[in-house]
Structures are given as structure tokens and as C-alpha cells.
């Protein structure tokens, strides 16, 4: 039973799996009563499996990441994502949005409308893409149409933060006029 949490473990691209993987080689995992277990299925949601009996499938049951960049103009990059946004898909994030920026773009729109996840490393992505555009009056706009991904960024302060549009079309406008305006 514990064999599976060790290779979910090794497989995984974080730097530290390794020495976890090693420790859980060498520790003793094995339930010391029929309770152990009994309480950790009773702790999973029903229909579900924990990570502890979780089969290989379920690992690709999760939404596919995805992201694209595309220029709309000379000074219009738009950042397309979709799927979940998390501390292994934020890296590939991060390098799209800069690479806009590099690029010579200075609005960026960052397209969220089909996130189905954002962790606070993708926060932190936006807030260096903002900081980065920031000195040479650039501006970072965001796409989030009503859901979880918008009711992060309010409850984190970030609405507040950035132009937030309900669709790619307001977003876009939006940074046009900005970008006739100087």
C-alpha cells in the first residue's frame, strides 16, 4: 500500500521527492492496527481515493495546463492559460509573460478565463510581471470572468492591483487606448 505514495514520490519534479522518497524507503510504514487505515479511508472525500491509495490514473484525471503567448500588436502581448496554475506550471507561466515583456510588448493581458486553479506561486508571477512592465509605464491586465480564480485575487487584495476585464475583447480595448494615449 505504501510502495505507491514512494513512486508517486519519485516521479514527482520536485527537488526535495528524492530525499523524501529515500526516507519512506527506509521507514517503517506498515499500520500498527486496522484503525490506522480505517481512518484514513474515513478521512478521504467519498468516491475519491487519498493520495495514500490513489492509482496512476488519477494523476492525469487533473485539467492539462496550458499556455500560450501571442502578440496582438507591437506593444499588446496576450498571455493565454488554462487549466491549473501551481508551482510546477507557473515556471512555463513565468517565462511566457517575460518573454512577452523582453519582447518589447508593454501592455501585457494575461488570460485567466479558463484556469481552473491559481496558487499563490501564479500570484506571485503576476505581481513580477506587473513590477517588470511598471518602469517603463507598461501595464499588466487580467482576464477572469466570475469564479474562483476572480475571488482570489479579491480576497488577496489583487483585484485592486490590476485592470481586471470580464473578456479578452474588454481587455483588449482597454490596452489599445492605453497605448493611443501615449
Not at 46 to 54: F, P, S
Not at 57 to 69: I, K, T, Y
Not at 74 to 102: H, M, R, S, W
Amino acid at each position: 500500500m505504501y510502495a505507491g505514495i514512494t513512486a508517486i514520490i519519485e516521479r514527482s519534479p520536485h527537488p526535495a521527492a528524492s530525499g523524501i522518497a529515500s526516507l519512506l524507503g527506509s521507514a517503517d510504514l506498515t499500520p500498527t492496527s486496522p484503525t490506522t487505515e480505517t481512518c484514513l479511508q474515513s478521512a478521504r472525500p467519498a468516491g475519491r481515493q487519498g493520495i495514500v491509495g490513489r492509482q496512476e490514473a488519477e494523476l492525469d484525471d487533473r485539467p492539462q495546463f496550458h499556455v500560450a503567448l501571442t502578440r496582438r500588436t507591437d506593444n499588446i502581448a496576450v498571455v493565454t492559460l488554462a487549466g491549473e496554475v501551481d508551482l510546477y506550471t507557473a515556471p512555463k507561466f513565468q517565462e511566457a509573460l517575460l518573454q512577452g515583456i523582453a519582447e518589447g510588448a508593454r501592455r501585457v493581458i494575461v488570460d485567466l478565463s479558463a484556469v481552473t486553479f491559481l496558487d499563490s506561486t501564479a500570484l506571485g508571477v503576476l505581481i513580477r510581471g506587473a513590477k517588470e512592465l511598471g518602469p517603463d509605464g507598461g501595464a499588466l491586465h487580467l482576464v477572469s470572468g466570475p469564479g474562483s480564480v476572480r475571488r482570489i485575487l479579491e480576497i488577496t487584495g489583487l483585484a485592486g492591483v490590476f485592470a481586471i476585464h470580464s473578456t479578452l475583447d474588454e481587455a483588449l480595448a482597454a490596452a489599445a487606448s492605453l497605448d493611443l494615449s501615449r
